[in-house]
């Protein structure tokens, strides 16, 4: 059997989704007050309505924790990643070291003074070349996360987040980070403000 909607039920639907939104908003303007003032001042009363707004339905927590997994699969990828270089690194350095000890010890001592400096030589070279690839994996780590944070901005943006799209300028990244963390502490508050009255 079909369900008409009746005119009470739709106005009870939009009191409750009215109150939610006053209850998120209060929330909101709570936390805004342990931010840095310089970041208070950023956050408008309109910005932190819109917040609330998009904050409604749940959605938008589910996300941010979505987000949040993801960033840290990524982070403990990367960390694992550059491990494994300083371990292959700390391999190399201990198997020259065995190699040129090997090498002076059978070496006859009117040829020692040649072929220390030649080994120096060598290990100069080596760490050169260790330095030059952990300098590469620092940049390419930086620029996955970098890439992750335009994610980011860009999937809170499409949800309709205030104050989130793509940006690299450090204050926007910081006014959103602050964003990020009072949605965040919503969430952790759980009960009837944090979750989806729905």
């Excluded at 303007?29 to 932190?48: G, I, M």
């Excluded at 609330?52 to 938008?60: I, K, S």
């Amino acid at each position: 059997m079909d369900r008409y909607a009746v005119p009470g039920d739709e106005a009870a639907d939009r009191a409750r989704q009215q109150e939610r939104h006053y209850q998120l908003l209060s929330a909101l303007q709570s936390l805004v007050k342990e931010l840095p003032s310089s970041f208070q001042q950023r956050l408008s009363y309109t910005t932190l309505s819109d917040l609330a707004l998009a904050l409604l339905d749940g959605t938008v927590f589910e996300i941010v924790q979505g987000l949040l997994e993801i960033q840290h699969l990524t982070e403990k990828s990367l960390y694992n990643q550059r491990l494994r270089l300083q371990n292959e690194h700390r391999v190399l350095r201990q198997a020259l070291r065995q190699k040129h000890l090997e090498a002076q010890q059978s070496c006859r001592p009117h040829n020692l003074p040649v072929l220390q400096a030649a080994q120096q030589r060598e290990l100069e070279a080596m760490e050169h070349r260790i330095r030059e690839e952990q300098q590469a994996m620092d940049r390419k780590i930086v620029l996955e996360l970098d890439r992750k944070v335009a994610d980011q901005q860009s999937t809170l943006e499409k949800a309709g987040v205030a104050g989130f799209y793509v940006t690299t300028n450090p204050q926007e990244l910081t006014l959103q980070m602050n964003l990020l963390e009072l949605i965040r502490k919503l969430q952790q508050r759980g009960s009837q403000v944090g979750k989806a009255a729905l």
